[in-house]
């Protein structure tokens, strides 16, 4: 079993910073993509950032220029620097990682969240 947890969310004022945590735990081998989404009320999941084992990126048009993620892979965690945070930016975030296994389907697996608000 695989436990996924997100930490650093919390109220912040536009303009302002937050860094959110992703750590993984339990039977992996290792982590081919670790990827960030949001979800704001009433609007869909979408995509935030996304990084490979291989260290290629992706980010949300929304976000680029202000969002950057990162992995530490001994640890199995990922990061999402947000600055300059807007109150459109206000969401619950998740982490979603797809484990590598040995002799069966890659698995992804996703958090509970943490959420995110900025004040105007």
């Known amino acids: 079993q695989v436990h996924v947890v997100e930490s650093g969310g919390g109220l912040v004022q536009a303009g302002g910073s937050l860094r959110l945590s992703c750590s993984a735990s339990?039977?992996?081998?290792?982590?081919?993509?670790m990827e960030w989404y949001r979800q704001a009320p009433g609007k869909q999941r979408e995509l935030v950032a996304g990084k490979s084992s291989g260290g290629s990126t992706v980010y949300g048009d929304s976000v680029k220029g202000r969002f950057t993620i990162s992995r530490d892979n001994a640890k199995h965690t990922a990061y999402l620097q947000m600055n300059s945070l807007k109150p459109e930016d206000t969401a619950v975030y998740y982490c979603?990682?797809?484990?590598?296994?040995?002799?069966?389907?890659?698995?992804?697996?996703w958090g509970q969240g943490t959420q995110v608000t900025v004040s105007s």
């Open positions: 979603r990682i797809n484990v590598r296994n040995i002799g069966s389907a890659d698995t992804t697996f």
């Open positions: 339990g039977s992996i081998y290792s982590i081919n993509f």
